[in-house]
Nanobody
Framework: VQLQASGGGLVQSGGSLRLSCAAS????????IGWFRQTPGKEREFVAV????????YYGDSVRGRFTISRDNAKNTLDLQMDSLKPEDTAVYYC???????????????????????WGQGTQVTVSS
Protein backbone atom coordinates (compact mmCIF):
# COMPACT_ATOMS: atom_id res chain seq x y z
CA VAL A 1 0.00 0.00 0.00
CA GLN A 2 1.48 3.27 -1.09
CA LEU A 3 0.29 6.85 -1.40
CA GLN A 4 2.58 9.22 -3.23
CA ALA A 5 1.88 12.96 -3.08
CA SER A 6 3.36 15.42 -5.55
CA GLY A 7 2.88 18.86 -7.01
CA GLY A 8 3.97 21.07 -4.16
CA GLY A 9 6.00 24.19 -4.72
CA LEU A 10 6.27 27.93 -4.27
CA VAL A 11 3.47 30.21 -5.41
CA GLN A 12 2.51 33.81 -4.82
CA SER A 13 -0.48 34.81 -2.77
CA GLY A 14 -3.62 34.65 -4.90
CA GLY A 15 -2.13 32.02 -7.16
CA SER A 16 -3.04 28.40 -7.79
CA LEU A 17 -1.41 25.04 -7.36
CA ARG A 18 -2.53 21.50 -8.05
CA LEU A 19 -1.47 18.59 -5.88
CA SER A 20 -1.74 14.96 -6.90
CA CYS A 21 -1.72 11.73 -4.93
CA ALA A 22 -1.07 8.41 -6.64
CA ALA A 23 -2.33 5.28 -4.90
CA SER A 24 -0.95 1.81 -5.49
CA UNK A 25 -1.10 -1.60 -3.90
CA UNK A 26 -4.78 -1.60 -3.01
CA UNK A 27 -8.22 -0.97 -4.42
CA UNK A 28 -9.70 2.38 -3.45
CA UNK A 29 -13.30 1.33 -3.95
CA UNK A 30 -13.94 1.01 -0.20
CA UNK A 31 -11.99 4.04 0.89
CA UNK A 32 -12.31 7.73 1.44
CA ILE A 33 -9.21 9.64 0.39
CA GLY A 34 -8.32 12.86 2.09
CA TRP A 35 -5.81 15.67 2.28
CA PHE A 36 -4.37 17.06 5.48
CA ARG A 37 -1.75 19.71 6.07
CA GLN A 38 0.70 20.51 8.81
CA THR A 39 2.97 23.36 9.80
CA PRO A 40 5.77 23.07 12.38
CA GLY A 41 4.50 22.98 15.92
CA LYS A 42 0.86 22.60 14.95
CA GLU A 43 -1.58 19.73 14.73
CA ARG A 44 -2.18 18.14 11.35
CA GLU A 45 -5.20 19.94 9.91
CA PHE A 46 -7.95 18.46 7.82
CA VAL A 47 -8.28 19.93 4.32
CA ALA A 48 -10.66 17.82 2.23
CA VAL A 49 -11.92 14.29 1.65
CA UNK A 50 -13.64 12.45 -1.17
CA UNK A 51 -15.60 9.20 -1.24
CA UNK A 52 -13.73 7.26 -3.89
CA UNK A 53 -16.71 5.41 -5.34
CA UNK A 54 -19.50 7.95 -4.96
CA UNK A 55 -17.52 11.16 -5.37
CA UNK A 56 -19.03 12.86 -2.31
CA UNK A 57 -16.77 15.54 -0.87
CA TYR A 58 -16.27 17.43 2.35
CA TYR A 59 -13.98 20.39 3.06
CA GLY A 60 -12.39 22.06 6.01
CA ASP A 61 -13.73 25.51 6.84
CA SER A 62 -10.47 27.27 6.01
CA VAL A 63 -10.37 26.00 2.42
CA ARG A 64 -14.01 25.63 1.47
CA GLY A 65 -14.75 27.59 -1.69
CA ARG A 66 -11.07 27.83 -2.67
CA PHE A 67 -9.93 24.22 -2.90
CA THR A 68 -11.43 21.42 -4.97
CA ILE A 69 -10.79 17.73 -4.43
CA SER A 70 -11.31 15.28 -7.26
CA ARG A 71 -10.32 11.78 -8.29
CA ASP A 72 -9.56 9.80 -11.41
CA ASN A 73 -10.83 6.30 -10.83
CA ALA A 74 -9.10 4.87 -13.87
CA LYS A 75 -5.70 6.22 -12.89
CA ASN A 76 -6.11 5.74 -9.15
CA THR A 77 -5.09 9.32 -8.55
CA LEU A 78 -6.45 12.05 -6.32
CA ASP A 79 -6.06 15.76 -7.03
CA LEU A 80 -6.36 18.87 -4.93
CA GLN A 81 -6.84 22.06 -6.92
CA MET A 82 -5.90 24.99 -4.74
CA ASP A 83 -6.98 28.45 -5.86
CA SER A 84 -6.81 31.89 -4.25
CA LEU A 85 -3.93 30.70 -2.15
CA LYS A 86 -3.00 32.60 0.99
CA PRO A 87 0.24 32.66 2.99
CA GLU A 88 -1.57 30.76 5.74
CA ASP A 89 -2.00 27.85 3.33
CA THR A 90 1.72 27.26 3.59
CA ALA A 91 2.24 23.76 4.96
CA VAL A 92 3.29 20.23 4.18
CA TYR A 93 0.33 18.53 2.54
CA TYR A 94 -0.39 14.83 3.05
CA CYS A 95 -2.80 12.48 1.34
CA UNK A 96 -4.33 9.64 3.31
CA UNK A 97 -6.73 6.74 2.86
CA UNK A 98 -9.50 5.76 5.25
CA UNK A 99 -11.22 2.38 5.01
CA UNK A 100 -15.01 2.57 5.00
CA UNK A 101 -16.04 0.61 8.07
CA UNK A 102 -19.61 1.76 8.47
CA UNK A 103 -22.32 2.81 6.04
CA UNK A 104 -23.54 5.20 8.74
CA UNK A 105 -20.35 7.23 8.81
CA UNK A 106 -20.77 10.81 7.66
CA UNK A 107 -18.25 12.56 5.45
CA UNK A 108 -17.60 14.97 8.31
CA UNK A 109 -16.38 12.08 10.43
CA UNK A 110 -13.42 11.78 8.08
CA UNK A 111 -12.06 15.13 9.20
CA UNK A 112 -10.40 13.24 12.06
CA UNK A 113 -6.87 11.96 11.59
CA UNK A 114 -7.77 8.83 13.51
CA UNK A 115 -10.13 7.77 10.73
CA UNK A 116 -7.24 7.16 8.34
CA UNK A 117 -5.34 3.93 7.86
CA UNK A 118 -2.64 4.87 5.39
CA TRP A 119 -0.64 8.04 4.90
CA GLY A 120 1.60 9.23 2.13
CA GLN A 121 4.71 11.32 2.47
CA GLY A 122 4.10 15.04 2.39
CA THR A 123 4.64 17.64 -0.27
CA GLN A 124 5.60 21.18 0.66
CA VAL A 125 3.42 24.10 -0.39
CA THR A 126 4.75 27.59 0.21
CA VAL A 127 2.66 30.68 -0.49
CA SER A 128 4.55 33.95 -0.49
CA SER A 129 2.90 37.24 0.36
Amino acid sequence: VQLQASGGGLVQSGGSLRLSCAASGFSLDNYNIGWFRQTPGKEREFVAVIHWSRGMTYYGDSVRGRFTISRDNAKNTLDLQMDSLKPEDTAVYYCAAARLRSVMATMASFARRSAYDYWGQGTQVTVSS
